[in-house]
């Protein structure tokens, strides 16, 4: 027999090595001819790495001992990295030597381990710096694009998207050169809301790749899988179904190899899907997905989408007690300012369970005592207002957003301030001040958030910023003109060029402070060019065309208003005369009386003149007398007999 160890040196002196069970043979006999063969163990790890077969790699890892451990932390980092115990295959890469951890090969897997891990910054960053160092010469500039281009997009997905310099944002000829670049860049228009943009990206990926001489068609039908499963989305989105349906019928569940890819078809399916009258059928063809796990596991705004489809399913099919408890168990649980922003929406499942699906005042009432044992549940907030809205109350809706807010800015833990400005919150506030006309509350809202993000390193809303900055630079209050200036310096020094923030800080500190927007003047459009082509005297002699102001929604009158109705006119109404009226004659001065209190009434009948004769205007005034009581038991008063009939007695009829 021949020396295993001899033959192992053979086969891995050849040029390329397609058998890896081959190799993974020979390093066995070579390590049962010699347990303390280095070599063999290292080759072994290697083959079953090949073979995908990580478990087993960690394993033989672990039996080589402490030497061989230390010689293979880039394979065992790889192994964990692949059966998803992404902590500790970061740990094992931070324990890498210097020099091993330095090399293009272990900072792509560390990369690929942060990008698994939801630390898209972190990966980014790496990435960015292969591509710094002449990645041509490498052979991985095109790997280094398409990881970037995908990191990317997660930054945008994961509301990250400020981080990314303007440049790469842009489209780009060279992301149509290859599928893999135009879908990922697709991916990211999809998480900017681009859909329009993102459906042209995937047309082009989905012709690159049918295109493509270098795949087989089997690997061409793998590629093209997930490019129609993102397409057949972003044409739903569109509403185009007819189009998506016909993709649609291109997709077998069977055929795709990936389980998030797998999942996210499912998905499509059942929405695509007429079953809509049938949430149990649809229920029961969600669950054929099955549970995802290891590095099969969504990324975390793929799993809360899903999650809120199968809350949506078990509303139709009225299980709202087990959806309020489920979804009051992790809101409940969420205590960082972070949490409460990610679980927001489940309020709004929330509420919809606990009200069983009413609206209007009904589900006002249902849902406010939730409020108060909920008090930092943003989703149950705004649904609240959402309500109030829908029957034209904004005044309640204000009042209870002002309490939540000014408890956040009360509160102890400091990061809660993130939650009390963050866009969405300050974006309904304004929109609610805007609808009571409260211009002064709308500015100073702007200005207290624009304040807060200006004081963070990194701002999380450009948006913000920009709508703070052009509010308060509308204001004649220097105080305020001042803080847009500085809104505008914060916008200006992010990467990117954005010409509205240089136009704002021209604006603000074109007469206070002129070298400072002297840089600025370059990258804006000439006023002469903008001036072009329009008549100033035509314009002046048609006059100014003032705006409307807006009115507040509330009934309480301005003072402003009162002066004004005291100088309209009044209208005089015309007097209104009897029909039996004649001039020169007295009206009865007993007209205001009732009829039967008049000195003219006679009323009809025998019972009516005994009642007229009681009463005391014109009738018999009755008299009375005091008897004394026998023993001095007091005294009564009694009527006072009268003449007449009254004194004769009635003769008995006879027997």
């Known amino acids: 027999m021949s020396n295993p160890a001899a033959a192992l040196a053979s086969l891995l002196r050849a040029a390329t090595v397609q058998d890896h069970d081959e190799v993974l043979k020979l390093a066995n006999a070579a390590i049962r001819a010699s347990k303390g063969d280095a070599d063999a163990q290292h080759t072994r790890v290697v083959a079953l790495l090949k073979l995908d077969r990580f478990d087993d790699a960690l394993r033989a890892i672990a039996e080589g001992g402490h030497a061989l451990e230390a010689e293979c932390v880039l394979e065992k980092a790889y192994a964990l990295y692949k059966t998803g115990h992404l902590q500790e295959a970061r740990d094992t890469a931070e324990k890498a030597p210097a020099a091993q951890a ?371 630079l509308r204001s004649s209050i220097p105080e305020d003109v001042a803080a847009a200036g500085a809104t505008f310096e914060k916008l200006v020094a992010q990467p990117g060029q954005d010409n509205t923030a240089a136009a704002g800080l021209v604006a603000s500190f074109a007469t206070r402070d002129y070298a400072k927007v002297e840089p600025y003047l370059q990258k804006l459009t000439p006023v002469e060019r903008l001036t072009a082509g329009i008549n100033v005297e035509a314009l002046i002699d048609a006059g100014v065309c003032s705006v409307a102001s807006l009115t507040p929604t509330t009934k309480k009158r301005t003072a402003a208003d009162e002066p004004e109705k005291e100088k309209a006119i009044k209208r005089r109404r015309k007097k209104r005369l009897p029909k039996d009226y004649e001039e020169g004659k007295l009206p009865d001065p007993e007209r205001w009386l009732p009829l039967r209190d008049r000195s003219t009434y006679r009323p009809k009948g025998k019972k009516g003149k005994k009642r007229a004769q009681e009463v005391t205007q014109g009738g018999v005034i009755k008299e009375e007398e005091t008897l004394e009581l026998v023993g001095g038991a007091g005294a009564v008063k009694v009527e006072k007999a009268t003449g007449g009939q009254g004194g004769k007695k009635k003769k008995k009829g006879k027997k």
């Open 102 to 472: 330095t090399s293009r090969p272990f900072r792509h897997l560390r990369a690929q381990i942060a990008y698994r891990a939801e630390n898209f910054s972190d990966a980014a960053s790496i990435y960015h710096g292969l591509a710094s160092e002449k990645a041509s010469l490498h052979g991985d500039e095109n790997d280094i694009k398409i990881n970037l281009l995908a990191t990317n997009a997660q930054l945008e997905w994961a509301g990250l998207g400020h981080r990314i310099d303007d440049g790469e944002r842009q489209p780009s000829r060279v992301n149509l050169e290859s599928f893999e670049t135009a879908y990922n860049a697709a991916c990211a228009h999809i998480a900017r809301a681009e859909l329009a943009k993102a459906s042209v990206f995937l047309k082009r990926a989905r012709d690159l790749c049918e295109a493509s001489e270098d795949l087989s068609p089997e690997e061409k039908k793998t590629e093209l899988l997930p490019i129609i499963v993102q397409h057949i989305y972003v044409l739903s989105q569109l509403g185009k179904n007819s189009e998506a349906l016909v993709l649609q019928k291109l997709v077998v569940q069977s055929d795709i190899l990936e389980a998030p890819t797998r999942a996210v078809a499912q998905n499509n399916q059942i929405a695509l899907a007429e079953t809509e009258g049938n949430p149990y059928l649809t229920q029961r063809v969600a669950e054929l997905a099955g549970k995802l796990s290891g590095n099969d596991k969504l990324f975390g705004y793929q799993q809360s989408v899903l999650r809120r489809n199968k809350y949506a399913l078990d509303l139709q099919m009225q299980k709202f007690q087990g959806t309020d408890s489920l979804t009051n168990d992790q809101i409940l649980s969420a205590s960082t300012p972070t949490a409460v922003l990610d679980v927001a929406p489940l309020g709004v499942i929330s509420a919809a369970a606990r009200t069983q699906m009413e609206k209007g005042k009904a589900a006002i009432r249902k849902i406010l005592p939730m409020l108060e044992k909920r008090p930092n549940d943003v989703g149950l907030l705004l649904t609240i207002v959402q309500l109030y809205v829908q029957i034209r109350k904004p005044g309640p809706a204000l009042a209870i957003l002002e309490i939540f807010l000014n408890r956040l800015e009360t509160t102890t833990n400091t990061d809660y301030a993130d939650v009390r400005f963050s866009p969405g919150l300050v974006a309904t506030t304004v929109a609610l001040y805007r609808l009571q006309g409260r211009q002064n509350s709308i500015r100073a809202e702007l200005a207290r958030a624009s304040a807060h993000w200006r004081s963070k390193p990194e701002s999380a809303s450009t948006s913000l910023l920009r709508a703070a900055g052009v509010e308060l």
